[in-house]
């Protein structure tokens, strides 16, 4: 992969970044170049901006090109498979998912074939040339648990503004090194690309607002059960906000949470989804258990809850019991 540097000359001037990279290579479509700038592949005088960003005369354009153009989706013939056994709920308009770990939201390097947008395309509003049909928001592919798609285009334009306008209540649980001080409170910090590690994002200044809050629900003596809720949704905001303040999330290698001999997988989790629905107006709220292999939490020993219940009290379980339920034995904090 190659780096090529464009100046924005005055007739590039007001065009929107994706077009303009689109129309100086021809033989890449205007799709494929939303794809790199949406990974990163592309900055504006050293800054990550969106396809949409309007460039202006002066301004330096990096992008980084692919050896070629990668394969485009392609509708399934005959009649649709039995839905996935991860589809929690679905109607005319969306559809909610308990995403694996392990599985990818959309066609990315090495998995072209093998994604949630696959394995969902004949439920959704699928269009040539569109490499993210319903998708309005997303997991990383180690990180399981609830998302929703949209199944018509009303419906996705709706649940997008309504992510935008922060009316979407996503909520996490994970299991991060070491304690937090103070158990509950508020990560505000900008997140933006990592200047040496492209792979990764980072704290840095001037990057985009992010604001993580957290609360521990139970701990032990090198590790706490915390619940995130997001008010954005950046790109790896709970991990990077979390190894930003020293408390990784375990089984994430990438931000400094490896944990050998302990599990396979990232201990970070979509447990709770609500938002009214984009058709009918209706509050709609989903709560999907952890994975099955999160009940090798017991290793660590007996908990110490701090909080006793996990997403919002009188509606969701109370922390004793959903640690009883993966196995964990559990005490009252001291008061």
């Not at 990974?39 to 692919?66: C, H, M, P, S, T």
């Not at 995403?99 to 439920?123: E, I, Y």
């Not at 809050?213 to 032990?220: D, S, V």
């Not at 995130?228 to 930003?244: E, F, K, N, Y």
Request: charged fraction near 25%.
């Amino acid at each position: 992969m190659a780096r090529h540097p464009i100046k924005v000359e005055e007739e590039g001037a007001g065009e929107r970044l994706d077009r303009f990279l689109a129309q100086r290579w021809a033989d890449r479509s205007r799709s494929y170049w939303q794809r790199q700038i949406e990974r990163g592949q592309v900055r504006v005088n050293g800054r990550a901006e969106k396809a949409g960003y309007i460039l202006k005369a002066g301004q330096v354009v990096e992008a980084d090109l692919e050896d070629a153009e990668e394969p485009t989706l392609v509708a399934p013939q005959g009649e649709p498979r039995a839905l996935p056994p991860w589809v929690c709920y679905m109607d005319a308009a969306i559809v909610v998912i308990d995403k694996p770990r392990h599985l990818v939201v959309h066609p990315s390097a090495g998995h072209w074939h093998d994604s949630v947008v696959h394995q969902l395309l004949p439920w959704l509003p699928y269009e040539a040339g569109e490499w993210r049909p319903g998708v309005v928001h997303r997991l990383d592919k180690d990180t399981s648990g609830l998302m929703v798609l949209a199944r018509s285009r009303v419906a996705r334009e709706r649940l997008s503004a309504a992510i935008q306008a922060r009316a979407v209540t996503r909520q996490y649980v994970a299991v991060v090194r070491g304690n937090f001080h103070p158990p509950d409170g508020l990560i505000e910090a900008p997140l933006g690309r990592d200047p040496v590690h492209r792979l990764k994002m980072a704290v840095v200044y001037g990057g985009r607002e992010a604001r993580t809050h957290y609360r521990t629900l139970a701990r032990w003596a090198g590790a706490s059960l915390v619940e995130c809720t997001l008010d954005t949704g950046r790109t790896h905001q709970i991990r990077v906000h979390a190894a930003s303040l020293g408390h990784p999330v375990i089984g994430d290698p990438l931000y400094g949470g490896r944990l050998e001999g302990f599990m396979e997988g990232q201990l970070l989790h979509a447990g709770r989804l609500a938002f009214h629905h984009p058709i009918t107006g209706e509050p709609m709220a989903f709560v999907a258990p952890p994975p099955e292999d999160w009940r090798g939490l017991s290793a660590l020993g007996r908990a110490e809850v701090l909080a006793s219940w996990v997403y919002q009290p009188g509606v969701d379980p109370g922390t004793t019991q959903w640690l009883s339920e993966l196995g964990i034995d559990a005490c009252e904090r001291n008061s």
